[in-house]
């Protein structure tokens, strides 16, 4: 079993709509979660942490996190043609190790 | 605040030359991480430093591959000899090593091995 598990996609959504990716973990202990978006070519750049149940907005952005269920979501409202990247999850584990997931595709189609 | 430099961004080798690759981490962060991105396997952990000292190397896929950090501005990705199959994108990244910070990426390093 993978540390993180994302569902690979790729995601299309119409411009204006939600984009909602998942992001399942194994190690039950983790407290730190995050969300990079990756664009073509560039490297992975933060664009949410969360550290308790809940939701947090930020703009756009809503991560929500589930520790009981394992479970972290980013959600993107109003979704616009330059959100098409990969989303990466990442969770930081009890040893201070980051484990990132594969990543979901998103395109937002105009 | 400048963020993690990597240097070289793009390196061109032949097969058997020996690449090494630069990072200095954001000033004040004092853990730094080395991974390898790739379309087949996507990004995987090579090597973790906190306070310049190896934590988990598990991730470095042999031994021609070696990491140091000789102090808390600097480190290296040694390969050598390098083999095709070791042309990837290498990212560099740092963090705060306590209290759960979030990663902060450099550029990468583009690595072609003909």
């Known amino acids: 079993q993978k540390e993180v598990e994302q569902n690979s996609g790729p995601l299309s959504v119409p411009e204006g709509a939600i984009a909602s990716l998942n992001c399942t973990y194994s190690?039950?202990?983790?407290?730190?979660f995050f969300w990079y978006r990756q664009y073509s070519g560039k490297s992975p750049e933060l664009i949410m942490s969360?550290?308790?149940?809940g939701d947090k907005e930020d703009g756009r952005f809503t991560a929500q996190l589930n520790k009981a269920s394992q479970y972290v979501s980013l959600l993107i409202r109003d979704s616009q043609p330059s959100d098409s990247a990969t989303y990466l999850c990442?969770?930081?584990?009890?040893?201070?190790?980051?484990?990132f997931g594969t990543g979901t595709s998103l395109t937002v189609i105009p | 605040d400048a963020g993690v430099i990597q240097s070289p961004r793009h390196e061109v080798t032949e097969m058997g030359q020996e690449v090494t690759l630069r990072c200095k981490p954001i000033?004040?962060?004092?853990?730094l991480f080395w991974y390898r991105q790739t379309m087949m396997r996507g990004l995987e952990l090579l090597i973790y430093?906190?306070?310049?000292?190896?934590?988990?190397d598990s991730g470095m896929p042999e031994d021609r591959f070696s990491a140091k950090m000789p102090n808390a501005s600097f480190s290296t990705l040694k390969i050598q000899p390098s083999e095709p199959r070791d042309s990837a994108v290498y990212f560099c990244?740092?963090?705060?090593?306590?209290?759960?910070?979030?990663?902060?990426f450099g550029p990468g390093t583009r690595l072609t091995v003909l």
């Open positions: 000033s004040g962060h004092n853990s």
């Open positions: 969360i550290y308790s149940n």
């Open positions: 990442a969770v930081r584990g009890t040893g201070n190790q980051f484990y």
């Open positions: 990244a740092s963090s705060l090593g306590s209290s759960g910070r979030a990663q902060f």
């Open positions: 430093f906190n306070n310049n000292v190896p934590i988990d």
């Open positions: 190690d039950r202990g983790s407290q730190s």
